[in-house]
């Protein structure tokens, strides 16, 4: 026999409830509700609270609750978000003591500084800065690095102007690719997009020098054999409204000039080679030669993304 449920005052109610109760925390976290103003008739109990989410989010005894507060950080939160090095790798260098707090050297984990803290690393004062992200998309004959001693074109050039902070980019394209290219100051961001386990999946629009073949599709999901291993692609398939030399893929690995070794392996010469995704952002609204600063909503997916 089934058990008997609950009554409710309508159906629709009911069904309201069960459905925010099933939300997870961390929807909820991304999309606080707006509470309205109850009247006296329509004040919710301590009970009737209970059933919705935020009351579900249960503290372990003894836990702490936690904290939103920023005037007090970890060190190596701090040596991180200066863009110093990682957490993990902050962790390293305070157990070496060479991380020092108002003159003496700290050497503790999970210690915690305050606002107005001085603190050093090997004798120099660490500032953090605000944490910036920029995405550009890139023209042709720009080299992604920071300086050319042979007096190159730089992607540094078009994007001096973004901000004030020192950026960097996050990964390469080379000199005759086109398309999405993100700069950013934060070292735990840039490491996690070019980390081969958390690789930032890319999409490109490639153009090449004779029509595809079928069976070369499916030789590049399947693998192909290069110098440095064998490589597939995640999805490839022929452009919409494209002719059957344009092709779409979609690639994970990080490797150097992938795409264009790919293709060359298979007795194609890339002819345009364009960058249209990167970690689920995209060129739209986003001319060649310009670049724009990323939304909350864009960071905040960045950094859910594994």
Known sequence: MMKPTRKSPTKSGSANKKTI??????????????????????????????????YKIKVKKGDPLPSFREDNIRLNKYLSNAGVCSRREADVLIETGVVSVNGKIVTELGYKINQGDIVQYDGETINAETKRYVLLNKPKGFITTMDDPRGRKTVMSLVSKACRERIYPV?????????????????????????????????????????????????????????????KVDKVEYVENGTSKEVGVEIHSGKNRIVRRLFEALGYQVIKLDRVQFGGLTKKDLPRGYYRHLTEQEIAYLKMTK
């Open 21 to 54: 109760v099933k939300k997870t925390a961390t929807v909820a976290a991304k999309k606080p509700s707006v509470k309205k103003e109850a009247s006296k008739d329509e004040a919710v109990t301590a009970r009737d609270k209970r059933k919705y989410i935020e």
């Open 171 to 231: 990964g390469r394209l080379d000199r005759e690719t086109t398309g999405l290219l993100l700069f950013t100051n934060d070292g735990d961001m840039a490491k996690k997009l070019t980390h081969p386990r958390y690789q930032a999946v890319k999409m490109y629009h490639i153009e090449l020098n004779k029509s595809v073949a079928k069976e070369d599709l499916e030789k590049l999901l399947n693998g192909v054999d290069l110098e440095d291993g064998k490589t």
